[in-house]
């Protein structure tokens, strides 16, 4: 009896009120049902493993992970999916999530919607129309994981949904232009693209952490029915692979079943060589090098082009690091001299760690690309549709025209989904052999294997100052591990925050582990622990105030505003000294700054169509959650005087003018003013055309023209136009590049720089409970100084996002890997742990708004900014309560529980 | 190879996998860990039903955790069951899972559940692969060559009321025998073909109070680092009866009997809550990784021990 053999069952059940006939294999689970052949697709598929609730459906009125509900369950169940919850039109929990921005990228929102609804219904039944308790609702949304850290928004929704603020369907008012589409599970992903005969695609991944792949055969493998193609995809030169997992071959199958089963049918012959896992002894002088070949390629980790550099073993030396000091040798001498005990100097040092942090959007890579009559198309899960059009034009030798990207939605990128990618040309060329559309998904273990992660960091740091608090030399040498990729930089943003002296060093360790990528301010979270909490040190040893310091330190005045919002706070005012607490439960207040710079591309163009159907504003940009979608909106609206929700947007496709890529915090600053050009362009087009049609003296008023004859509103003069009308703003001009280091990339990426660094500044409250080692964080603060907000709601979202993602790097977030095969073991998502909403305290959001006014539109972006001083905010609450210095994170409760149990005595 | 049980008597093939809620098989189906011939057990009429006796109380096997979790009456009689019943895995879990099922998860090691990993658990090693490979989660109490603590929360919970289980072709058998002592690579004693039907719990005495804590890195839906469930009758000034059992710590659910002697017939001061504590981790032995946890028990093994004492109820506010 084979036990693989499929048992293909048919089953009847209501789903969504209608009656549907199904067939599957016994095996199924329910997910797979609903999305591939009923196709509702607002049922997302995460995890698989039932921990992060994506795919939470109702069966019989209560919530179950369809991905772990066997599909056999559903005969004769009765199924309400995300699709169906607005069957009365929109409920009031997805009112609630509208208004309040319980969303960003929107993947995770069916489900916690789902779960949401039911969950309101129980608490209407039991306690009316009351308010639950903050605990109340983080219990019943315990299943449910948000990655782009939703969870305040969440919180307020569901409260004000229960408390009956959304009972009547009267209009109401809500931030996120595309929030109607991800609330009601309409919004179509990647993940959920279909064409006809579209083939399944999968990877083979190495079975050693190193080895060379000295021969693959593919016949076996072909020869099963249903296999279409197969192909090489092992990029090293070498003919070498430098990690477990990393993907060798890849299968084009009509099926996921097919599919697997080629994968187990390639014949790989290996050569195994040494491999290292671990940092540490990565630098042991006899460990096997992971590039023991002259000509190296190791992979890229950063943003930018890797320069070249000098490799002993596996420590890396980038040439760049002589442009990164400054007063190198007076840093040295004062260091050297305050070692000795020189009087009159304060010298502190120390050594910090951060552990590498996944990436994990809950959308994974993917790709679906077919060719039509010589033109490729592409849908993916990308922040930068027009950079990797370009790409692909390049690559595959087509003209920009003949290639299209698709990426009207985006569940999350975080860094990690920038330009042409593996599975990009995997998919690309599988669809170019067999002549069909092809669809390659990452599964949740590949995403956490290569899927990309923050390089792990060891840095040595030390600071020196005076009676004076003068800020007399910074020096750090800065160890980064990204696997067998490198440039993970930190010690530009020493560079860049404090005066004085500094002679700084980044170096690369290399490892056999998958390539970290740039990860929202790549460098940046683990050079601000390691800076922010030595300062903070430094505030202790000499007995000064924290933000005092600061304020003699700061080489910016970007920060002034905030350093004295902080002082305001009462709990930053009322704070103790460091471990004056007594008993179980520790509180303590701690303080950090960051420090960012401003950026835009200056490439970017808005084209506003204007036609009897109204007003579309069209731009090759993409919208991760990050509210790009909002921003063009709410300027074309207020350029043109109409209501936001009147302006159409279309983006997420190559063939529209030119985007930035959203990285570097430049997707704002990129878009906002370009759309207000547009809108001015836009005004003086419509003015003439009124003109044209006889009107006297048309000038443009809020919402239309007005002339000697009356006013004539927007929609009837659209519906009046001759033919439509099309404006497109004009580029910025120029390669304006700022470059601060010379290291940053220009070109085609576009990072152009305003001269003036942007400034953040968090505080942090939490509890410590000494005896079982969990630090409770029970407040945050964050202050952002980063020009003009110009959507107050959708900027918090990002803020609070930041915060908790940097909660999740300080707490609970850890790869962990097999030291004795190298295999990635934390491989999903319940041994790897994001943060659940329980996690979350309240986060309250503080901007200031002046400085920027030099800026085109004045509105920088801050997704980065405020992803930079929340864990060391946190960790100097940790010593405040305790006494004791962390240096290390996460602070899971192991590492915080043996540092500070003896305090209990 | 799917068999859709009618009957009892329908379960009884060799070589099978048996699916409830599906909580745990699914996930092992989609990677392939699981492999065997499915028989479905879900749709096995009479076996969903809590049943109070004047003596106790029958759980059908298929009785979900949610509902135990929520039921009032086993709430006040059985707080130790219902506290963890409200708190373990995730609300949609509890919500499908099953009583019987829960019991009788795999385990959740990182070596087990990777595809790409061998483990004997799966029948592809000969050793664990965690003993000498990474046991960051591993377990201080090591009974046997499994190092990956036993996932069964419930499991704990069943010991403190020392509840029997019906098996099929077995009769009546305790939870412990349902374990064994550990010196194997299983999860659980049963034989393919048998099945857990009913749970039964003695009488409850009176006066009967509950603790409940997890030790995670995260508030909520973690899998704990430490667990304990603490059950205790408190009577005119002294603990009557104590029972702790404790989880995440040992490839079983197991009893720990030096601390409920210490307890018992004592009153429930701090001091003696906290010497009866030390007591927890006298039989551990932590693997190079694992030290971490012997402080962890103690602490909350006092902890629960407190909060059972100071509250004892089964039943959780916030709970939907």
Redesign the interface.
């Known amino acids: ?5 499929t ?1 293909v ?1 048919a089953a009847e059940a209501l789903i969504n009120g209608k009656r549907r006939s199904l067939r599957f294999d ?2 199924a ?1 329910a997910a797979e049902v609903i999305r591939d052949q009923l196709d509702l697709t607002g049922t997302k598929v995460v995890c ?4 992060c ?1 994506a795919c ?1 459906v109702l069966i019989d009125g ?4 369809s ?4 599909a ?2 559903l005969d004769g169940a009765e199924v309400r999916t995300i699709e169906d919850m607005d069957r009365d039109g929109l409920h009031p929990v997805q009112r609630a999530f509208l208004a309040h921005d319980g969303l960003q990228c929107g993947y995770c929102t069916p489900g916690f919607i789902v ?1 949401s609804i039911s ?1 309101f219904d ?2 209407r039944e ?1 306690h009316g129309k009351t308010e ?2 903050r ?2 609702i ?3 949304l ?2 449910h994981l948000c990655r782009c850290g939703a969870y305040v928004g969440i919180y307020d929704a569901v409260a004000a949904a229960c408390r009956g603020d959304f009972d009547a369907a009267t209009p109401f008012d809500y931030p996120r232009h595309e929030g109607p589409e991800k609330v009601t599970g309409r919004a179509r992903y990647t993940t959920d693209v279909r064409y006809d005969g579209m083939l399944v695609a999968r990877y083979l ?1 190495s ?1 050693h952490t190193h080895a060379r792949i000295v021969n693959v055969r593919f016949e076996a493998a072909l020869a099963i029915d249903g296999v279409l193609a197969i192909i090489d995809v092992l990029t090293d030169p070498h003919r070498v692979a430098r990690y ?2 990393q993907p060798i071959a890849a299968v084009a199958a009509v099926d996921e079943a097919t599919a ?1 089963r080629a994968l187990a049918a390639i014949e790989v012959d290996y050569e195994p060589r040494p491999f290292v896992v671990d940092p540490a002894a990565a630098l042991a002088k006899d460990a096997p090098a992971v590039y023991p070949e002259p000509k190296k390629r190791p992979a890229n980790a950063s943003e930018g082009p890797i320069p070249p550099g000098k490799w002993e073993g596996n420590l890396r030396t980038p040439v760049l690091n002589k442009l990164l000091s400054t007063q190198r040798s007076r840093a040295e001498k004062r260091l050297a001299s305050a070692r000795a005990g020189a009087p009159g100097l304060v010298f502190v040092e120390g050594i910090y760690q951060t552990g590498g942090q996944s990436h994990t959007a809950l959308e994974p890579h993917c790709c679906v690309a077919l060719w039509k009559e010589g033109h490729l198309t592409v849908h993916t899960s990308t922040q930068s549709v027009h950079l990797l059009m370009e790409e692909l034009a390049e690559r595959y030798k087509l003209r920009h025209d003949r290639v299209s990207v698709h990426a009207e939605y985006v569940g999350g990128a975080f860094g990690g989904k920038q330009g042409l990618q593996l599975e990009h040309t995997t998919a690309v060329e599988l669809a170019r052999v067999t002549g069909r559309p092809v669809r390659l998904v990452l599964s949740r ?1 590949e995403e956490m294997v290569f899927g990309g992660y923050r390089p792990l960091t060891h840095i040595e740091l030390s600071a020196v100052t005076n009676d004076k608090l003068e800020p007399l030399g910074i020096t750090m040498r800065a160890y980064g591990t990204a696997g067998v990729a490198v440039q993970s930089q930190s010690a530009p943003w020493v560079r860049m925050t404090y005066a004085g002296p500094k002679d700084l060093h980044d170096f690369d360790v290399t490892t056999n582990t998958s390539p970290g990528r740039p990860m929202r301010a790549p460098g940046g979270p683990p050079a601000f622990w390691a800076l922010e909490s030595l300062m903070d040190e430094l505030a202790h040893r000499t007995g000064t105030d924290p933000i005092a310091l600061r304020r003699k330190w700061d080489d910016s005045n970007v920060r002034h505003g905030l350093y004295d919002w902080a002082e305001s706070l009462p709990a930053w005012k009322s704070r103790g000294p460091a471990g004056s607490g007594t008993g179980r439960f520790r509180s303590g207040v701690g303080l950090a700054i960051g420090n960012w710079f401003s950026a835009f591309h200056n490439a970017t163009q808005i084209q506003l169509d204007a036609s009897a159907e109204g007003i579309t504003a069209r731009c090759a940009v993409q919208d991760m959650g990050n509210g790009s979608r909002s921003v063009i909106a709410k300027a074309v609206a207020e350029g043109l005087g109409v209501p936001f929700r009147d302006i159409h947007v279309d983006i997420g496709l190559s063939s529209h003018p030119p985007g930035p890529n959203s990285s570097a915090s430049r997707t704002t600053a990129s878009i906002y003013p370009t759309s207000v050009e547009a809108a001015e362009m836009l005004r003086k087009a419509l003015v003439a055309a009124a003109k044209k049609a006889g009107l006297k003296s048309p000038v443009y008023e809020p919402g239309g023209v007005r002339h000697e004859g009356g006013f004539l509103p927007l929609a009837e003069l659209l519906r009046s136009l001759e033919k439509p009308i099309t404006v497109v703003s004009k580029k910025r001009g120029g390669n304006s590049t700022f470059d601060l280091l010379g290291a940053m990339p220009s070109g085609r990426m576009g990072i152009s720089m305003f001269p003036k660094m942007t400034g953040s500044v968090a505080v942090v409250s939490v509890d410590v409970d000494l ?4 630090v409770h964080p029970r407040k945050v603060w964050l202050g952002l100084a980063a020009g003009r907000i110009l959507n107050p709601e959708l900027a918090r979202s990002q803020a609070y996002g930041a915060v908790i993602q940097s909660l999740g790097a300080a ?2 977030e850890e790869r ?6 190298g ?1 990635l ?4 998502l ?2 790897y ?1 994001i ?2 909403i ?2 979350i305290p309240p986060i309250e959001v503080f901007f200031d708004e002046s400085g920027f006014e030099k800026l085109k539109g004045g509105a920088s972006g801050m997704s980065e900014l405020a992803a930079l001083p929340t864990a060391a905010a946190l960790g100097n609450a940790v010593f405040n309560a305790t006494g004791w210095r962390p240096h290390d994170i ?1 602070l ?3 590492r915080v ?2 540092h500070t ?1 003896h305090l209990l005595g | 190879m799917y068999t859709r049980a009618k009957t009892l008597s329908d379960v009884s093939h060799p070589r099978t996998e048996l699916r409830a809620g599906g909580t745990d098989l699914q996930e092992r189906l989609r990677t392939g860990v699981a492999s065997l011939p499915l028989v479905d057990i879900s749709r096995i009429p009479g076996l969903d039903r809590v049943h109070l006796r004047g003596d106790g109380a029958d759980l059908g096997a298929l009785v979900t955790i949610r509902e135990v979790g929520a039921h009032p009456d086993l709430q006040q009689r059985y707080p130790a069951l219902t506290l963890p019943a409200q708190l373990l895995a995730t609300p949609q879990a509890r919500m499908r899972g099953t009583m019987g099922g829960v019991l009788c998860q795999r385990t959740r090691c990182w070596y087990y559940r990777n595809p790409e990993m061998a483990c004997p658990k799966k029948g592809n090693a000969e050793r664990c692969p965690s003993r000498e490979g990474n046991h960051h989660f591993g377990v201080c109490f090591d009974f046997g060559p499994c190092v990956y603590p036993h996932p069964s929360s419930i499991g704990c919970a069943l010991l403190t009321y020392d509840a029997s289980l019906s098996v099929t072709g077995r009769g009546r058998i305790t939870v412990s025998e349902l374990y064994g002592d550990g010196t194997a690579y299983r999860d659980h004693t049963l034989e393919p073909g048998e099945m857990i039907t009913a749970i039964h719990l003695p009488a409850p005495a009176p006066g009967e109070r509950g603790g409940y804590q997890r030790l995670m890195s995260r508030a909520l839906a973690e899998w704990p680092l430490v667990e304990v469930v603490v059950r205790l009758v408190v009577d005119d000034g002294k603990i009557r009866l104590a029972r702790v059992a404790v989880g995440g710590v040992a490839n079983i659910p197991f009893r720990l009997t030096e601390v409920e002697q210490a307890l018992e017939g004592q009153p429930p001061s701090d001091s003696h809550l906290e010497a009866a504590a030390r007591l927890a981790t006298r039989r551990a032995s932590p693997l190079p990784q694992t030290h971490y946890k012997v402080a962890m028990v103690e602490a909350l093994v006092l902890s629960t021990l407190q909060q059972a004492r100071d509250d004892g109820s089964g039943a959780l506010g916030f709970a939907m």
């Open positions: 009896m084979d036990a693989r053999e048992k069952i016994a095996r689970a698989a493993a039932g921990v609730g939470t209560m919530p179950a992970t991905c772990t509900l066997p056999c369950a779960e969950f129980r608490w039991k639950p308790p605990d109340a983080a219990h019943a315990s299943g991944g079975a477990a997992g697997e273990h005896r079982l080692g969990r707490l609970t962990h890997y097999d030291p004795r095969t295999h073991l934390s491989a999903n319940e041994d742990r943060p659940g329980g996690d996460p899971r409760p192991q529980q043996q149990a």
